[in-house]
């Protein structure tokens, strides 16, 4: 009896070794499958949603923008979240939402601030030759 108890028990560890290889086995590919997702999907999206917030935070007056249904226009007004376009040569205006805006094609410089400063090169006088 004391060798089929010892059998038994050698199985028993044998197997808790086991159940823990493959439960890693199962959960390490699991855990990688969740990093490539949120590295290839997640993350982009996340950044493409900034940018376009950004976006649509610095509409200005003046600005030309193309809205999601195709419309072109030059904004005339803007308020918290509507925007007051003009269309076309017979001057039509169209009140849309901020985020029916998809891209704003006026492009803004940048503040002087915010630009680095380039430092002067000093011209050297030339060496006299004797």
Do not use: C
């Amino acid at each position: 009896m004391n060798l089929t108890m010892l059998l038994s028990e050698a199985a028993g560890a044998a197997e808790g070794a086991a159940g823990t290889a493959s439960l890693l086995t199962l959960v390490i590919p699991v855990l990688l499958m969740v990093a490539i997702f949120y590295f290839l999907i997640v993350r982009p999206e996340k950044k493409r949603n900034k940018e376009m917030q950004n976006m649509l935070n610095n509409i200005q007056v003046a600005d030309e923008v193309i809205t999601n249904g195709g419309i072109i226009g030059r904004v005339l007004s803007v308020k918290e979240d509507t925007v007051l376009i003009e269309t076309g040569s017979d001057r039509t205006k169209i009140r849309v939402l901020k985020s029916a805006i998809a891209k704003n094609n006026t492009v803004h410089e940048a503040p002087a601030e915010a630009a680095p400063a380039k430092p002067k090169k000093k011209k050297e006088k030339p060496t006299e030759i004797k």
